[in-house]
């Protein structure tokens, strides 16, 4: 369970750097695809949990849920884990949220 609320500025900011530094190379905040899809909305289509769950274990996530299956099969790309810790991981989705206000 993940608790949100108003969105935390200073936390978004700092997993702007974050998703920078880890996640840019395969995803954009737009609705473009790089090597993985463009994450412009994912906050309204994905709960917190499993955008928090995706990014910290993408291997079970596209093993064992159905949508972590379908994006891989449309994709074609493992998710790779890059490290992330649980406080980055929530930075991140402070920034995707924010990206999708």
Known sequence: SVEIGTIDN????KGKGVFTAKCSACHQ??????????LKGVTKR????????????PVE????????????AKYLTQMS???VSDDETRQ???????NDQ
Do not use: C, S
Request: hydrophobic letters at 40%; zero cysteines.
């Open 10 to 13: 200073a936390m978004a900011d």
């Open 81 to 83: 884990f890059q490290n």
């Open 92 to 98: 991140i989705l402070e920034y995707l949220r924010k």
């Open 46 to 57: 994905r709960t917190p949990e499993w955008i928090m769950n995706q990014i910290t274990n």
């Open 29 to 38: 905040i737009t609705d473009q695809k790089v090597v993985g899809p463009g």
């Open 61 to 72: 996530m596209e093993q064992k849920d159905p949508v972590g299956k379908a994006l891989l």
